[in-house]
Structures are given as structure tokens and as C-alpha cells.
Nanobody, 124 residues
């Protein structure tokens, strides 16, 4: 599978953005899909993940209640709806695809395919 992330931009604190991750390939439904982010000077961190059938999700504590991950399998696309954005959400956001087990969903190492990243900047 190949991934293409989009939707980043500049937004004021409190605003919203929706990131998209388009996937190519007929086996798209085999993958657990995740979003990670990397802020300047920091390591890449887990943000959100969605199971293969879309029935299970997980989020890092700092975005719970503000971000929502979803997928449209008909369009081979995963979304990250980000509301109530904060300056600390500023980062390059990456989508990833994993064939690993759900128990390892937050581990960057199990994601074998990544999109190119999209920059989100939240101004105060």
C-alpha cells in the first residue's frame, strides 16, 4: 500500500482541521491505520489509531475528546478530524499502515508504510 497525506495548514488556536490519508492498493482493508506526529526537536509520537474494520480506536491522552479518527473504506481514505487545536499540536503529521496486531497499535516500529507527512501549525 502507498499513502498520501494531506490537509495540513495554519490555523488559530481553537480552530479545526481535517487531515486525510489516501491509500492505494487493493489490500487496504488489511491494515491498521494510525496517525503520528513529530514536533520540532521532538521524537515522533503516536496520536490516533483505527482498526481494520473501523470498530476500534485509540488516542494519546493529550488529544482525547478533541481528535477523531475515521476511515472510509470505499474511498480508501483515513481521516483525522482535529478540533479545539492548541499550539502544542503543531507538528508534522504522518499516517501509517500496519499489518501487526492491535496490541502494538501505538508502536511506531510496526508501521511498515508511511505517508509523506503534512504540516499542522497552530498559532496562539
Amino acid at each position: 500500500v502507498q499513502l498520501q497525506a494531506s490537509g495540513g495548514g495554519l490555523v488559530q488556536a481553537g480552530g479545526s482541521l481535517r487531515l486525510s490519508c489516501g491509500a492505494s492498493g487493493r489490500t487496504y482493508n488489511r491494515y491498521v491505520m494510525g496517525w503520528f506526529r513529530q514536533a520540532p526537536g521532538k521524537e515522533r509520537e503516536f496520536v490516533a489509531v483505527l482498526s481494520r474494520n473501523g470498530g476500534s480506536t485509540d488516542y494519546v491522552d493529550s488529544v482525547k475528546g478533541r481528535f477523531t479518527i475515521s476511515r472510509d473504506n470505499a474511498k480508501n481514505t483515513v481521516y483525522l478530524q482535529m478540533n479545539s487545536l492548541k499550539p502544542e499540536d503543531t507538528a508534522v503529521y504522518y499516517c501509517g499502515a500496519s499489518t501487526s496486531i492491535w496490541g502494538l497499535r501505538a508502536s511506531e516500529e510496526v508501521y511498515g508504510t508511511w505517508g509523506q507527512g503534512t504540516l499542522v501549525t497552530v498559532s496562539s
